[in-house]
């Protein structure tokens, strides 16, 4: 048992190693190269590469529609935490309530890209509802190139909200009903109770949560952007993940993508590591 164990420790770790980390390693190395076109190329440019993208226009536009799209993060923690406070009422049909919420998290981002690009549509679902309640000046082309970034937040925070409201709901449903039952005796409200009594122990799953949508947001900035916004004006919607696949697999810029990319996993480090060390401290 012992060794069936260390075999698959160890399988793990190769993998890993391999296809993580050593991949990794390859893209700094690559982007240092000279490498452009189908042949790799290993010639050393030292950070030529670099200075070209930070200076790229189009380099600054994608980074900034990528904190654009971060945006969602906290949208969807507020909304997720309305749900979860809704829900921790006692309310009747609470684990149908619980399903219907949580199953946009279940499709896939291009499924949900395919489902709201139709409704987004000019005659589709939504501007059709705002002219049957007589709000149709409000319709209008909603994933064109000047307001596809804010029309893709809708679908986010549609898609993971769910999921944060059932962290969270996790998370009220652990403050003991013993320290609730005495914030009401020394006559505090609904608001006073949440805010003094249960919101503090919503602060690890807040954090939990907010990382894990930071991924999925990352994910949809290229998976639910790319099936919405294919076929507009290139660079208006782009992010630095499908600038990444642009540069690297389209344009066949291979060392130049991979700056992009080291720039990405940077990014990623900067808030995952945090949240890594914030932990491990907290289980100590």
Known sequence: MERTTLLTVLVLFVLAAYFVYGMVTWNVVISFTDWKGAIPSYNFVGLS?????????????????????????PLCLAAGLFLAFLLNQRVK????FTIIFLLPFAFSLVVTG????????PD???????????????????????????????????????????????????????????????????????????FPRLRI???????????????ASFDLLWTMARGYPPGSYYTL???VYVEAYQKMNVAYGAVIGNILVGIVLAIVLPYVWFSYRGHR
């Open 205 to 219: 799953p807040l954090l939990s949560c907010a990382v894990v949508i930071f991924v999925f947001v990352l994910k």
């Open 93 to 96: 049909g609470i684990k149908i």
């Open 124 to 198: 589709g679902a939504i501007n059709s509802l705002l002219r049957s309640i007589r709000l149709g000046f409000f319709a209008r082309d909603w994933i064109s190139s000047s307001a596809i970034l804010a029309s893709v937040l809708i679908p986010i925070i549609w898609q993971f909200s769910g999921y944060s409201a059932l962290v969270l709901l996790a998370g009220l449903k652990s403050v003991p009903r013993k320290e609730i039952e005495n914030a009401r005796k020394k006559g505090m409200n609904w608001w006073q109770i949440f805010w003094k009594v249960e």
């Open 241 to 243: 993940p499908i600038l």
């Open 114 to 121: 395919v489902i709201w690009s139709w409704m987004f549509q």
């Open 49 to 73: 590469n670099y200075s070209a993208v930070i200076k790229s226009d189009l380099f600054g536009r994608s980074l900034l529609n990528t904190f654009i799209l971060f945006s969602a993060i």
